[in-house]
């Protein structure tokens, strides 16, 4: 009841700031977005909205920041890559704005939005990242498996204990496969690269996937095109959770490794700590209720027996009254009885005694 109450509150709040944005009241439609969020975290709508809103106010940083939040929310919303990639160009970060609108033409094209296909292939082509279909070089996989190893090869990093290998082994299960390409340090594995021929997908990026969740790393990259601009980049967040970063980001997490690698364990173990913390909140609260409800059931059985115990001393107490009552009645009439009894034998006994004096009269008159 309460939790719909809640959503209620957020969606009314949301509207709300639809509202004044629509009348251009930006800076109060925030407002109402921030208690929409407040009240519902993962309100993707209302982030996205409130991003939209910051624009309008110029506050880029802060509008991508809530694209970012949306994108996490809703990894396949082609309309909010497209909207982070505008923000980025106001902030001349026009290179992973492209990046933005390339993935938002990729998923338009999936979903059949042609009018943002349109859009975004528009921008693309001002921008210059935008590579005609015509003037495409198609690749072989063995091609595009060279292109990736010359890129883990060229990172800076390389000398650092990093190595690039081919065809490297990864225990599934009983089997065993071969990721195509992989990037060590030290022997610990930091990467996996899938690849495929240009404009083939098949069941690859799934194959990644499995290869992340059957080692420790957490990285991955899937390319199906030479250009590593087309190539979509990996990280497996927690708990099968694959969210799709750029290349910049990836490349960040490579080159900071032990400290990316601690610092995801200390996020990983603030999450677990943090969901504990919430299992045993919903054990109290439950707990709580049960009790209550005991203690409600307990007391409603103890006014019944009270109410029982009442009953039958009312009862019992009628009963001892009609006794007594008939007791009384009882001794009333045998009192009654007793005292006409006496009456009939002194009336008895006075007629004998006058009979027998009479007699004893007589008697003595004869023998005078």
């Known amino acids: 009841m309460v939790e719909n109450q809640i959503k209620a509150s957020a969606i009314k709040h949301y509207k709300q700031g639809r509202v004044k944005y629509d009348l251009g009241q930006y800076a109060e439609a925030i407002l109402d977005y921030n208690f929409a969020i407040a009240l519902k975290p993962d309100y993707a709508e209302a982030l996205s909205d409130r991003g939209c809103a910051k624009v309008e106010l110029k506050q880029y940083s802060a509008a991508i920041t809530d694209y970012s939040t949306t994108i996490k929310l809703e990894p396949n919303d082609a309309n909010t890559y497209y909207k982070r990639g505008n923000a980025k160009t106001k902030l001349n970060q026009n290179e992973e704005a492209k990046q933005d609108w ?35 070089v198609h690749y072989s996989e063995d091609q595009i498996k060279d292109i990736v190893a010359d890129y883990f090869e060229s990172l ?26 992989v990037l060590l340090r030290n022997g610990k594995l930091v990467a996996i690269a899938e690849c495929k021929e240009t404009g083939r997908v098949g069941k690859g990026i799934q ?44 490349e960040n997490y490579v080159y900071n490794h032990d400290k990316t690698i601690k610092d995801r364990e200390n996020k990983i173990k603030a999450e677990v700590q ?12 439950k707990n709580t209720d049960t009790d209550a409800i005991r203690e409600d059931e307990t007391n ?46 002194g009336f008895l006994l006075t007629i004998f005694s006058l009979i027998g004096l009479v007699i004893l009269i007589g008697l003595l008159v004869t023998s005078g």
């Open 102 to 136: 390339r993935t938002a033409l990729k998923l338009a094209t999936q979903t059949g939005n042609t009018e943002l296909k349109n859009l975004v292939e528009s921008l693309l082509r001002q921008f210059g990242g935008y590579q005609v279909k015509e003037k495409s």
């Open 156 to 181: 800076p990093i390389i000398s650092l204990g990093y190595s690039v290998k081919r065809e490297y082994i990864i225990q599934m299960g009983s089997d065993q496969r071969r990721a195509d390409i």
């Open 207 to 250: 194959q990644l996937y499995s290869y992340l969740c059957a080692t420790d790393t957490y990285l991955g990259i899937f390319a199906n095109n030479g250009d590593l601009n087309q190539w979509t980049f990996w990280e497996n967040h927690r708990h099968n959770n694959f969210v799709e970063i750029d290349r910049k980001t990836f």
């Open 274 to 285: 943090n969901e504990i913390d919430v299992e045993i909140r919903e054990r109290i609260r």
């Open 300 to 345: 409603r059985i103890k006014q019944e027996v009270m109410e029982d115990i009442d009953r039958t001393a009312l009862v019992n107490s009628v009963k001892s009254e009609i006794a007594q009552q008939a007791e009384n009645g009882l001794l009333k009439e045998r009192d009654k009885a007793n005292r006409k009894l006496g009456r009939e034998q």
